[in-house]
Each structure stands twice: as C-alpha cells, then as structure tokens.
C-alpha cells in the first residue's frame, strides 16, 4: 500500500500508522493519526478535512479510493459502488 499511495505522516515526519479493517468482500486501510488538541493542549479539534481510505477487494486485489468516512459508512459506499457496476 505504502509504495503505491500517498505515505501520511505524523506532523514529526514519522510514518502514521495504517490501520486494516476485514470485511467480507474485501479489507478497509486507512492511516490513524493521534487527536488534535488547541493551543492550550485541551480541547480536542476536528479533524482537518480531506483524506480518504482504500478498499482492497478480496476477490480481484483491485483497490478503490473511497472518503474519509467512518469504517462503516465507507464500506458501505464501497458496496454501493460495486453494485452499480
């Protein structure tokens, strides 16, 4: 994965962690980064926004980019996607 999309990093230039979800047609990777928190190092932020995950299909290894939704939300949209093909 790291050798064919983008490599996210931590704001102190170390590789963020990729995280792998198994479904049943196919697996979910998505980089997890640490919490945001102000200034004052209290009040967590949002996240910025933008981003997305992958989607390796367990059938054909073909990958598809899918948003920065939540796990399930973008396995369900991956599943949406698939079906109108």
């Known amino acids: 994965m790291r050798d064919r999309y983008a490599q ?3 704001p102190d230039g170390t590789a963020a962690e990729l995280r792998v979800e198994e479904f049943d ?10 919490p945001v928190t102000d200034a004052a190092g209290g009040r967590p932020q949002p ?4 981003g997305g995950k992958i989607v390796v299909s367990k059938e054909t290894g073909e ?6 939704y939540p796990t399930e ?13």
């Open 8 to 10: 996210p990093e931590l």
């Open 47 to 50: 996240a910025p926004p933008g």
């Open 25 to 34: 047609i196919g697996y979910l990777v998505y980089a997890v980064f640490p």
């Open 63 to 68: 990958t598809v980019t899918v948003p920065n």
């Open 73 to 85: 939300t973008a396995i369900a949209l991956y599943r949406r996607q698939r079906e109108s093909r």
